[in-house]
Every structure is written in C-alpha cells, then in structure tokens.
C-alpha cells in the first residue's frame, strides 16, 4: 500500500473516533425512534443471504465514515489483488486464491500466469469419480466388502472446515456411510472413532497439506496398523483403505499410500481456506458430488458478490465493517455467533479458526507493529441452547458482545410447532439485546422496587440477524464464503496478513523439542524454564512410576 493511502486511513480512523465520541450513548432505542423505517432500511440481500444490520449501534454518518476507512484502506485494491492471484500472503510469498476452488468450469483464475481453474476441476472430476465407486460400492476394501465407514484424519483446516460441514449438510448426507473425524493426537480420539467400525469395511483419508504435521501422521500410523491388524497384515490392503489429500506427493507415497489414490491440492489454498479443495473429500463422499458442486456454486456467488458489489450493498464488507467498529471504537472483545440451527453446531469453532488464525496478528504487512486491536475473539453455540447459559451475560454483564444471529425460514426436519418456537426465540433474543427493558417499565408491572435494577436491561446490545431461506448445500457455500470475506475485510482494514499462521507453526516446532525430551531413555539435559523443566521431571517420575 502506498503511504499515501495509509495517511488517509489514518484520518480515516481519527474521523471514526471522532464520530464514536458523539455517538458512544446513543441508544438504539432513540435510532429507531428517529427512523421507524430503519429495520426495513438497514438490510442488505445478495446470493440467497438476507442481512439485518439495523441492530448495530450505528447512524447513517457511521456508515459513511467506515466505507470512507475502507476506501483510505484500499479494500478495493486489496480484493482485486485477491482476486487477480497475487502473492497477498507476502510473508510466505503465496497467492490465496480460494475463491478459484469455486469458480465454474471455464473461468480463469491466475496463479503466476497459469489459468489453475481447469486444474481444479481435473480435481473435482476425480473426487467424483471416486466417491461415485465408494458410494455404490463399486470401491470395496481389500476383502472385497464394500466401504461403509470413512474416517477423515487431520486437524486444524484439515478437520474443521471438513467436520463443520460434514454436520452442516448431515441432511443431505448418506445414511449407508458411518463417517468419523479424528484430529487429536489424544489417542482417545482413534481409539473411540474406530471402537465399533469394521476393518474390512472401513476407508481411512488422511488429509493433511503438508503431511508432515505430527497429530496427523501420529494418527495415520495407528490407523495403518488398526487396519492391518483386522485384515491379517497384507501391506497391499494399504491401497484399498488408505487414500491421502495433500500437496505433498512424496511424503504421501513414503507414508505407503498409492499417489494414484492421493487428490492434490495447491500451496495457494491456506489450511482454513480449504474445505472446498479436496481436504472436503469426506463432505463429497457424505452428500455426493451434485451437492459437493452445489456448496461450490454457492460460495462462488457470493464471491462474485464481494467482488462486484458497491461497498454499501456488499454483505461481507459491511459485516468486516462492523467488526471493526466494535473491537476498534467501543473496545468489545469478543463476538458471538449463534447459529439457530442444530445442524450448524460446529460453525461456531470452524468460524475461531478462520477468524482468529487469520487475524489474530499484531504486526502490519510490513512488519510494523498495529496500532489497534485485531481480530475480535470469536466464540458461540447453537440457539436455543446458549440462552439457557451464558446469554445472562450477553443481556446482563458488563461487556459488549456484538452477536451474530444465524436462522433458516425452513426447517429441514419439522416437528410440530418447533420450528417457529426456534425462531421465535433468536427474534426475541435479537429483539431484547437491543432495546432492553426500563426500569420504569419494569417498575410498572409492579415489581418490588429493590429488584428493579436486577430485572432491568440495558439494553442497545448490538446484532446482526442472518435470516436465510434454507439450510442448502448452496447457502452453507454463501455462508462460508460470506464469513470468509468479511475476515479479509478486517485483515485489510487492520493492514495485516490474514493468510499466515506463525503461531500455529510455533506450536509444531515446540512440541518436536519436548517430545524428544520426555520419550529419551537416560535424565535428559533441560534447558527450558524452570517451570518447564520441573514438569517435564514429574511428568517422567510420574510416567515410571505408572509403567
Ligand atoms: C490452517 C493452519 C492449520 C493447518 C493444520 C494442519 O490454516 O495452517 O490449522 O491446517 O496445522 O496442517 P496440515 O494440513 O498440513 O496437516
């Protein structure tokens, strides 16, 4: 970014500040007071996704200075940059171009001039074709009995984009295939997946980007001699039961595993980014490639959207905007999101690690520190539950916690009257965070005046409500994508690198030094902290004294 440009942002930000002064106490109460068409008017519709953005603390002047911030910020620049395969990861001088995953047949997308979209769907068409044979049986294990478990091995991107969307579209799913996630190298986590499944009838996909990380090898390794075992310990079983999504061919075939069984995807596509590579084989085997395609289209429309659309109509930029506002201007912390559908339960955790290893940095792109807090942290459970627990908080504490309210107009499993009471409940909670309830309202209706200020709520607790028509394979795309970009948004608000994870890596390099100290025979010299060092100790006494 031009200097320039971010003098401007600068002033940007220092309007926003100024204007936050002003606008700090105002209740969201007095804004619909004002404007009785604000609920109909602050709303924003695209790719199936209907957003009510009216709850938020925020004024048609607030809107002009965030877009305003996002045009000092260059956003428009740094979506085309995106877009058009630049190395926008500068710090691992990759592209991030997990919109080309979606993109039709016939598209182009760029990676260093070569048009990667044809590659892409070279992928797709040999998922398809493998999860056509393991689906109708035409893919059978080593004893000839057909596939009917599938249990993905990985972590992180390489398990909760796939595990979310496994049991976001478990609706669409085949009831015949029993499918399992195992990604902690807790071997608590193998042992109970693979407790009551078949060897014979069981395909294990190891997915891992690198294939090198240690949870996932760990893990394939049990799963390799689990099979073995129950399958008289012919290595050539290794072809029928293993297959591996990766990037890394040479390391998949010195695991054993046949490349030919191996589905490739690419260096530009980051971990969290990838539930709609190939690391989505266990979605695709789940609900067959017509819906695994539909999911695609989905987060493509929404791509075009974020692509195209002015800021003012655009849903991930007014939802990246918003979060900015929040965590730079009124200081909140945290966001919550609560999806009003049972199927999304894992959206919530899939959603932590797209939003805080992308934006849970505290140096600029060019490595200088930022001068405002980052990504918020991100935290929810599915509706109604999280009402019955922490929501006193959300109505009744003392901080602020922007949420996000996610429902579905149609229920995919109607059961009597539950389908309204559901959405009865996520309108009334939205309803009751932001406007609260008086004390002289609660004085009248008679309540005995040394509980009045228990029974009062402040209310003007901001949301956004996501009312869509259906939980789709098509609208999880949408969905996906939305979050997806309104991550970037912030990224690039922020001047940060959304698209590396040094932390993450910290961690796999760490863990290597102290397993090697805890599994050597003889006392091992320690050089670590003291508080390290003695636990390392208790954990060895403690471990001999067990053995
Ligand atoms: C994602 C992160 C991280 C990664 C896992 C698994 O963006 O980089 O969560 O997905 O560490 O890595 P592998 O797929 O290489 O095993």
Request: charged fraction near 30%; charge should be positive.
């Given at each position: 970014?031009?200097?320039?440009?971010?003098?401007?942002?600068?002033?940007?930000?220092?309007?926003?500040?100024?204007?936050?002064?002003?606008?700090?106490?105002?209740?969201?109460?007095?804004?619909?007071?004002?404007?009785?068409?604000?609920?109909?008017?602050?709303?924003?519709?695209?790719?199936?996704?209907?957003?009510?953005?009216?709850?938020?603390?925020?004024?048609?002047?607030?809107?002009?200075?965030?877009?305003?911030?996002?045009?000092?910020?260059?956003?428009?620049?740094?979506?085309?940059?995106?877009?058009?395969?630049?190395?926008?990861?500068?710090?691992?001088?990759?592209?991030?171009?997990?919109?080309?995953?979606?993109?039709?047949?016939?598209?182009?997308?760029?990676?260093?001039?070569?048009?990667?979209?044809?590659?892409?769907?070279?992928?797709?068409?040999?998922?398809?074709?493998?999860?056509?044979?393991?689906?109708?049986?035409?893919?059978?294990?080593?004893?000839?009995?057909?596939?009917?478990?599938?249990?993905?091995?990985?972590?992180?991107?390489?398990?909760?984009?796939?595990?979310?969307?496994?049991?976001?579209?478990?609706?669409?799913?085949?009831?015949?295939?029993?499918?399992?996630?195992?990604?902690?190298?807790?071997?608590?986590?193998?042992?109970?997946?693979?407790?009551?499944?078949?060897p014979a009838g069981t395909l294990f996909i190891i997915s891992s980007k690198t294939f090198t990380t240690q949870e996932t090898m760990a893990n394939a390794r049990a799963a390799r001699a689990w099979s073995l075992a129950g399958l008289g310990g012919d290595e050539r079983a290794v072809a029928r039961h293993f297959v591996a999504v990766s990037t890394n061919g040479p390391a998949v075939a010195a695991f054993g595993i046949d490349t030919a069984n191996m589905f490739g995807f690419w260096n530009w596509v980051g971990g969290r980014y990838s539930l709609m590579s190939a690391i989505g084989l266990s979605t695709m085997l789940s609900v067959g490639p017509g819906h695994f395609h539909d999911l695609l289209a989905g987060a493509h429309e929404v791509d075009e959207h974020f692509r195209e659309a002015p800021f003012e109509r655009n849903l991930p930029v007014l939802m990246g905007l918003l979060t900015v506002w929040y965590t730079d201007f009124f200081g909140a912390e945290t966001v919550a999101v609560l999806p009003y559908d049972q199927y999304l339960r894992r959206f919530p955790a899939y959603l932590q690690q797209l939003a805080m290893e992308s934006n849970g940095k505290s140096v600029t792109l060019d490595g200088k520190p930022v001068r405002r807090a980052t990504s918020p942290i991100f935290w929810g459970e599915p509706g109604t539950n999280g009402q019955h627990s922490f929501f006193q908080l959300l109505h009744q504490g003392t901080r602020l916690v922007p949420c996000d309210f996610i429902a579905f107009a149609h229920p995919l499993c109607p059961l009597d009257h539950h389908h309204d009471m559901l959405l009865a409940n996520v309108l009334a909670q939205a309803e009751a965070l932001a406007f609260g309830r008086t004390a002289e309202e609660v004085s009248a209706e008679g309540t005995p005046a040394r509980l009045v200020p228990h029974r009062t709520f402040p209310g003007n607790r901001p949301s956004n409500t996501l009312l869509l028509d259906r939980l789709t394979p098509r609208s999880l795309g949408g969905l996906v994508a939305l979050y997806e970009h309104s991550v970037f948004t912030q990224g690039a608000i922020w001047r940060i690198n959304p698209f590396d994870q040094w932390g993450v890596e910290l961690g796999k390099v760490l863990a290597g030094r102290i397993l090697a100290e805890l599994s050597t025979d003889g006392e091992p010299p320690l050089a670590h902290d003291s508080s390290t060092n003695a636990l390392i100790r208790r954990y060895r006494r403690s471990r001999s004294r067990l053995d």
């Open positions: 970014m031009k200097s320039g440009t971010t003098r401007e942002a600068q002033r940007a930000f220092k309007a926003l500040a100024d204007h936050h002064r002003e606008i700090r106490d105002v209740h969201l109460r007095d804004l619909f007071a004002r404007d009785p068409r604000r609920g109909e008017r602050l709303t924003v519709e695209a790719a199936g996704l209907f957003l009510d953005y009216s709850k938020n603390r925020v004024t048609d002047e607030t809107l002009k200075l965030l877009f305003a911030l996002a045009r000092a910020a260059d956003l428009r620049g740094r979506i085309d940059a995106m877009f058009r395969g630049e190395a926008v990861n500068v710090t691992e001088g990759r592209s991030a171009l997990h919109v080309a995953l979606r993109a039709p047949r016939g598209a182009t997308f760029t990676v260093r001039g070569e048009n990667v979209v044809p590659a892409v769907h070279a992928v797709l068409d040999r998922m398809a074709d493998f999860c056509r044979r393991v689906r109708d049986g035409g893919w059978t294990g080593h004893t000839g009995r057909p596939i009917r478990s599938v249990v993905n091995i990985g972590i992180g991107g390489s398990d909760l984009g796939p595990v979310m969307t496994y049991e976001a579209l478990r609706h669409y799913g085949s009831r015949a295939l029993t499918i399992r996630f195992v990604s902690n190298v807790d071997g608590t986590d193998f042992t109970e997946a693979v407790r009551d499944l078949d």
